[in-house]
């Protein structure tokens, strides 16, 4: 793990590729995702059987083997002990009660003569992707199904890969407390393109939500429009603003957490103070050795990861705010100070006692959130990803006259004179309104006359 400076001479270079971390472009990858999508598409479930012999290790018989039954719900939870039913469902009911106190609701908008309602709706079906193939995310099956459930989505559907036939029972489980419509044991950008398309088996979906490796996020990408999509995530994502008054054990755990998801995470300790950075670096290349993912780790480390000196606090945090990391770690004297200068983040930690791992887990906030530099424009997975809105216009005749003049001038500035029309003539007298209409029957009665003459011909 690199301690760089922001005096350095070629900083600005790196501070670049950092910055510019997320906007990668791999045709290959894009090449291969676009022939599986256009597979599924073609040849559906066939397609799928392939592609899930070929990737996941196993040999599905026939499509109903894609399918999750009953009878091996059943079997999964007895794997699961009452001790981690127990946290899994206190997660579940943590995260439904914050999603719940963010639900958006109904706007009424009333003037004298005109009524404007804004309606939320929930999307009618949901498809969750959850990855299966480093490590088993229940944690993901409820920062996504939750909020859908909370929306009001009435047909939610998991895809999860299952490796050699078999899932993670901890996933299972949880969709069962979920109540999850179905269970789907396929994965990668065919999971995508079966949501996305449909094929005998799985249902075409509204909207595919759920984070993935590189081919599952490109076949997001590829899919958009076709299906709505939450976010195109990248790596996972921690960045660290310390001041050195917070023990170096403490960012220290906090990156190797972080480090520990995939080879590809991001992760930055921002401190003015060089020997704390020093302190930091010891602990962590300590602490990894003894670490089960020790190997995942330190690749993470040593190719994406930094330790940051700058000049002084402001400039730590001006930093962290051009990173606009997914996970924002503040380790500082007066946290919630510095926390409100904070602009791009998915979500903040304030303080020693707020460790990201635990919003991953039981905070309540999805740990779905934007990556890459995103933060600057995007936010976590909510209720409001599984919602639409929708407006409903009533105007009186009165209120009507004393708006329209303005429209029919807007109308006429962009040359839209069939919009002008349409207002203008709203409000011409009763007789000249039926002579339009009778001229309008005339036109119709000829145009039919003329087009029975061409046929006889």
Not at 161 to 175: C, D, E, M, R, V
Not at 295 to 320: H, W
Not at 370 to 397: E, W, Y
């Amino acid at each position: 793990m690199l301690i760089l400076s922001t005096k350095d001479e070629d900083f600005k270079e790196v501070q670049k590729k950092i910055l510019m971390r997320n906007a990668y472009f791999d045709s290959d990858v894009e090449s291969r995702v676009r022939r599986i999508l256009s597979d599924i598409k073609d040849r559906r479930d066939k397609a799928l059987l392939d592609y899930t012999r070929k990737f996941d290790g196993w040999n599905p018989k026939s499509p109903s083997a894609l399918v999750m039954t009953e009878k091996e719900l059943r079997e999964a939870e007895k794997y699961v002990t009452k001790e981690d039913k127990k946290a899994i469902e206190v997660a579940i009911k943590r995260v439904e009660k914050y999603h719940r106190t963010t639900f958006p609701g109904n706007i009424i908008y009333k003037e004298n003569g005109g009524r404007i309602q804004r309606v939320v709706l929930p999307i009618d079906r949901v498809g969750i992707y959850c990855p299966g193939g480093k490590a088993g995310y229940p944690s993901t099956v409820i920062m996504t199904g939750v909020p859908a459930i909370v929306a009001g989505v009435k047909e939610i559907y998991l895809a999860t890969p299952a490796i050699q036939g078999k899932l993670n029972p901890y996933t299972i489980f949880t969709s069962k407390v979920l109540g999850i419509n179905k269970i789907f044991k396929i994965g990668g950008a065919q999971a995508i393109g079966a949501l996305a398309y449909g094929t005998e088996t799985v249902p075409a979906v509204d909207k595919i939500v759920g984070p993935g490796n590189i081919y599952v996020a490109t076949a997001k990408r590829l899919v958009q429009g076709t299906v709505g999509v939450d976010l195109i995530a990248g790596p996972s994502e921690l960045v660290v603003v310390a001041d050195g008054s917070v023990n170096p054990l403490i960012p220290a755990i906090d990156v190797i957490a972080q480090a520990e998801h995939d080879e590809q995470a991001f992760c930055v300790v921002i401190c003015h103070l060089e020997s704390y950075l020093v302190q930091v670096k010891s602990i962590i290349h300590i602490l990894m050795k003894i670490m089960p993912r020790k190997e995942i780790i330190q690749q993470a480390l040593r190719t994406n990861s930094f330790l940051i000196v700058t000049k002084n606090l402001e400039e730590s945090i001006e930093l962290a705010n051009k990173i606009g990391a997914e996970h924002v770690s503040i380790l500082t004297r007066n946290p919630m100070k510095i926390s409100k200068m904070i602009k791009n983040a998915g979500t903040i930690y304030v303080g020693k006692n707020s460790p990201p791992a635990i919003g991953d887990y039981v905070a309540g906030p999805s740990h779905v959130l934007p990556t890459g530099g995103t933060a600057r424009f995007a936010s976590g997975l909510s209720v409001d990803d599984f919602i639409k809105k929708t407006n409903i216009i009533f105007f009186t005749k009165r209120r009507m006259l004393q708006i329209a003049d303005y429209s029919i001038k807007l109308a006429n500035i962009e040359g839209l004179y069939g919009h002008a029309f349409s207002v203008e003539k709203r409000f011409s007298s009763i007789k000249s309104i039926d002579y339009i209409i009778k001229i309008a029957e005339t036109e119709t009665t000829k145009n039919n006359k003329n087009r029975k003459q061409s046929i006889q011909k």
